[in-house]
Structures are given as C-alpha cells and as structure tokens.
C-alpha cells in the first residue's frame, strides 16, 4: 500500500466527517494524517511492518491515528470508513469536489433534498428543485452548474505528484519483467505539467504479445479498454487512463519525441522539418525530396534517424530541448540559434525559504524542520510562520514572534552547519497593510507577505493592494501570489506586469510556491518573469517535515518558466542571499 492510498482513505473519511457533524477538530485530525503520511518520503508500510511506533516518530499522529494506518497497511481498508459510509453516502465526496459546493452545502442538499449524486445534483439545479433549500437562489444554482462543467472537464486529471506516484508503481512493474528492454513515460507526465491528463508509456521488447500480458495483468488496472499488437489502454481503479505502446528500438527516440508533445511542439518541429526536405512522425526523421509527400516520403529507404531525441534534434541544426520546455513557446528558435537556458535543477537548491512549524500550523517543530533540511543539504532555511490575523492558525503577534526569534538564535549556536533565517509570512490585509508594523519586521531575515483573504477583488483593487504591501516596505518575497488551487480555486487576478515593475525595484522576490496542488506562478508567468528581472524564490510552504520534499515540484514548475540558477535566490550562497535580503 502506498502513502498516497493511506492518506486517500483519511481524506476520505476527513469528507464525510465535515459533511455529516460539525466538529471541526474531528475532521481536522484526519485531514492532518492524510498530510503527513502523503507528505512523507518514508514508506507507512514498510514502518508498520518494521512495527516502528508512529505515534512516537510522528507529531501529530496518536495512537488512534496510528492504529488506523495498521490497520489499512494490513487489511487494505479502514472499518471506520467502511461504517461512516453506511451512514453517508460514499458518492456525496464526489459533489464536494464541485467548485463552490462545499460539505455544508452538500449536507443540506442530500438532507433536504436527497441528492446524493453530481447528475442528480445537475438536475435538480437545471429544474429550479435546488430553490427549496433555504439560500439557494438563482445565481447559486448558476454556479453549481459551471463548478459541474468545471469538475468534469477536470475528473480525471491528476496531480503530477499524484501521477508520480503511479508512475512510480508502474516503474516497479514493468522493472520485474526480463521482456522488457527500454521503456519511458512521456506525454505531459514527462514535459512535468502540473496536472496529468493520462499517462503514456514507451517499451521496447525482445517479444510484443508477452509483454502486452503481462501489462494488462497490472494490479492497478480496473478495466483494460483495448489491447492490440503493439498499444493498449487501460483504466486503472482510480479512474485514470495508461496508454502503453510498444516501439522498435530503431523508432525509440522518435516515438519519444512524438509522444512526449507537446502536439504544438510538435507541429512546430514538423514544419521546421519540411523546410530542410525532411519529414517527422513518430516512426523517424525520413529524407524527403520535393515533389513527393510526406507520406509517400515515409519508408524504408528513406529512413535517416530515430533512435534516439538528440539525433534528430541535430539533424534540424538544434539543440536537445528539456522536456519541461516543450510547448511552443519560444523554444525551438532558442534551440535553433543554440540560446535554450540553463534550467535550475534541485541539486543547485541551497535552502528553502518558506515552512510552517508547529509555533503556528504545521506539524513539526523548529528543530525538527532542521533536521530534515540538513538531510536534504540545505545550507539554510527560513521558518516562516503566520501573523496574527490568520487567526485559526494560531499566527502569531509581536510577543510569540519575540520568543520564537529567541528560540531560533539559540538553536543557531547549535546547528553551526546551517543557517535558520528568522522570518514570517505576513498576512497582507485588505487594504494592502502589513499585520504587523515596520519596526517589528525589521527584527527579521526573512519577510514573506501573502494574501489569504479578498482573493476575488477587482483586477486593479487586487494589483494595488499587491503594489501596496510590497512598495517600500519590509517584503522580501512575494508568495503564492495568485492563490490559486487546482481543480479547485481559480488564481485571483492581478496585473503581473506592474507587480513584476514594483518588485524589481523594491529588490523583492515572487514566489514559486511547490506545493503540488498549488503552484499558482504559473509557467506562463514564470518565464514573463524573466523579462523584468524579477528574481524568483522556490518554496515548499512545508506544514509538515515531510513536505520539505516537494521542492522538486516547484523545480518543475520553475524548468517549465525557463528558470535558471541566476534568477532563484535559494540558489545562491548565503552570503549572496542576505544581501539580497538586506535590499538597497
Ligand atoms: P494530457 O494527457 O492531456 O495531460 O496531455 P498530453 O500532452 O500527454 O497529451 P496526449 O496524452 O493526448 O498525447 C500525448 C502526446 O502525443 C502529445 O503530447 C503529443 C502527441 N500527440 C497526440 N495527438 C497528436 C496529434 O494529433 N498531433 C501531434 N503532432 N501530436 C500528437
Ligand atoms: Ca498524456
Ligand atoms: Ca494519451
Ligand atoms: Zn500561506
């Protein structure tokens, strides 16, 4: 069983909790175990059967917690779910993955007017038979109806960090077959886009049909839909789809190309292609002399290259071009004129400048958070927890920053191969202020100022208030600065270019936030970025030790942007950092 499944089942029950009581600190406690165990780089099963107490290693786990994950680790499943949902509809999760409909709303819906599923939920706000539930009006019912459209256009996209895991089982499965010679996951999954549509798969094989079997006998697999020679598509218990094709090694690296994408990309290549008398598919690169098509072009004889990306990138007179790139977004005159960037990779990470701890709402303490930082390199990092007005998180005033700021220098003097930088993430208010004044930010390394609240202000109210709490203020980094959710909030809108103007000139940096649900700069963005100078700060936003991990989202995200080491300034020493942190 792996994490992500556990923590699926506690999200699960999470659900129904917040849909059937109204006990906040119930629901909460399993939301929390569902974050720590996805956030973990360490395998829950493989602990509970090394019987390693969990309570013990796990702030924020207790006993109940912790028999709860023996008990799917060795059955598959929780009694506790299997009992909630005779009580409540298991399909009423569905309905809370609507835009705008949230666990009260289903609640009233299912109660009042026994919905229990999205089509059901579809009619009745399509027949006005939502209206005779109290404050539901006509324009509620609108929004059900977009949220649906929404939900569907999405449903089975994954979270790449989701996808990851699947195609890391797979990876497992696939390895444990002597048939198999050569294989790789392309698609968006491979160009590291944030959410995954399905996953395509590349083999090569010493024997077809064998391996064709063997695939289809995936434990994963719910429904094979088609298995033919050399391609099969199967829908997997999750409902997600895998395209497995099986490719002649001479064709490996065209296929690869070909099904990497992205189809802009590669329409792109195409007409590059033609211009030099040659043309693409995915079986090659084949000479093609003018007068004859491409089709025609496409045999035997004319065959010049396809085994591997690089030869035919050559062959066009370009560079290799990383997948991360690959969206017709300027990439193909760079690589031509040989100028692609020199994207940031994880191992020029220096520290992390953005992690909740236990002073407020994340799991883990101070030395806790150290000590997972010093295991994954870092030369530094930042604790960063929240200011007052975020109240339900415990942020924190003058005083409990004062004490936190004491605890930091102490523990300074005892980790002397790292650097804790004292910071905060302060809440950006309404009106543009800062929760907390001037004088007692400059006690700081580090200062964060994100929006949490007014997410949906006018275009030019939102870009001001942004403008507001950066412009000659103590703010270092801008963070998440959109807010956006995936699947599940839309970005707040805000004009990036006057940010981008105001923050290059008040040396503040904009956030790549790695959360894998969140990456809200988006790669768009990211790359316009680039064009005002505005430097660029990757941050996990860990709420838990575990979460420190998700540095390699961002990182994607940051690749996809056109990001390099210069423009990341958790990439550079720590000399160069706190310069940049003392400003002009
Ligand atoms: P997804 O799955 O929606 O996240 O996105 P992709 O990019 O993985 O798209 P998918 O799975 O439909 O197809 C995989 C790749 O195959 C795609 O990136 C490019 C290539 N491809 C698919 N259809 C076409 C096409 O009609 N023309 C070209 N040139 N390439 C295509
Ligand atoms: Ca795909
Ligand atoms: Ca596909
Ligand atoms: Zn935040």
Not at 266 to 271: A, D, E, T, V, Y
Not at 552 to 562: D, E, L, S, T, V
Request: some cysteine; overall charge positive; proline content about 2%.
């Amino acid at each position: 069983m792996q994490n992500n499944e556990i923590a699926a089942i506690f999200d699960k029950v999470a659900i129904l909790l917040r849909i059937s009581e109204d006990n906040e600190f119930h629901a909460r406690a399993y939301e929390n175990a569902a974050r720590i165990v996805r956030g973990s780089g360490e395998s829950f099963t493989q602990m509970v059967e090394g019987e390693i107490d969990l309570a013990e290693k796990y702030r924020g786990i207790g006993k109940g917690i912790s028999d709860h994950i023996k008990e799917i680790v060795q059955t598959g499943k929780l009694k506790k779910l299997e009992k909630l949902s005779q009580k409540v509809p298991l399909t009423l999760i569905e309905i809370t993955k609507i835009r705008g409909v949230g666990p009260k709303t289903v609640n009233r819906i299912w109660k009042k007017a026994d919905i229990t599923t999205v089509d059901q939920l579809e009619t009745a706000a399509k027949n006005g038979g939502l209206r005779t539930i109290g404050g539901i009006g006509k324009k509620t019912e609108q929004n059900i109806l977009e949220g649906i459209q929404k939900y569907r256009n999405w449903k089975n996209r994954l979270l790449l960090s989701d996808a990851d895991a699947i195609a890391e089982d797979l990876t497992e499965f696939l390895k444990r077959n002597a048939k198999i010679q050569q294989f790789e996951m392309v698609g968006s999954y491979r160009r590291r886009k944030d959410t995954v549509g399905d996953l395509d798969v590349l083999v090569t094989a010493t024997s077809a049909p064998e391996v064709m079997k063997y695939f289809t006998t995936w434990n994963r697999i719910e429904k094979v839909d088609s298995a033919g020679k050399t391609k099969a598509s199967a829908v997997l218990k999750n409902n997600f789809r895998v395209d497995l094709r099986i490719i002649e090694p001479k064709n490996f690296g065209a296929a690869l190309l070909y099904f990497t994408g992205s189809k802009a990309h590669n329409i792109h290549l195409r007409s590059l292609a033609l211009v030099e008398n040659f043309t693409l598919s995915e079986y090659g690169v084949f000479k093609k002399p003018t007068g004859i098509s491409s089709s025609e072009a496409r045999k035997e004889e004319n065959w010049i290259a396809g085994r591997d990306e690089a030869e035919i990138y050559t062959l066009l007179d370009m560079d290799w071009i990383p997948p991360e790139l690959r969206e017709d977004r300027g990439e193909i005159t760079a690589s031509k004129n040989h100028a692609l960037p020199k994207l940031i990779s994880f191992d020029q990470i220096q520290g992390d400048l953005q992690m909740h701890t236990s002073y407020t709402d994340g799991n883990n303490t101070i030395e806790e958070m150290i000590q997972q930082a010093i295991e994954l390199g870092y030369a530094y990092i930042a604790i960063t927890d929240h200011s007052k007005s975020m109240a339900m998180t415990g942020g924190m005033d003058e005083r409990k920053l004062d004490k936190q700021i004491q605890k930091i220098d102490s523990l300074n003097e005892i980790y002397k191969n790292i650097t804790v930088l004292k910071g905060m993430e302060v809440d950006i208010k309404k009106d543009g202020t800062l929760d907390l004044s001037n004088s007692v930010l400059d006690k700081l390394d580090v200062v964060l100022a994100s929006i949490h609240t007014h997410l949906t202000l006018p275009i030019s109210e939102q870009t001001q208030r942004v403008i507001k709490a950066i412009d000659g203020t103590p703010v270092n980094i801008l963070s998440h600065p959109t807010n956006r959710i995936i699947n599940e909030r839309n970005p707040s809108e805000i004009e990036f270019e006057k940010i981008f103007e105001v923050a290059q000139k008040n040396q503040v940096a904009i956030e790549c936030n790695a959360q894998p649900h969140r990456l809200d700069l988006n790669a768009i963005n990211l790359k316009r970025s680039k064009e005002y100078k505005v430097k660029i700060a990757i941050n996990t936003d860990a709420h838990t030790r575990g979460q420190l991990r998700y540095m390699k989202y961002g990182i994607n995200q940051a690749r996809r942007g056109w990001i390099e080491s210069q423009d990341v300034i958790n990439s550079w020493d720590i000399a160069k950092l706190k310069q940049f942190l003392r400003k002009k």
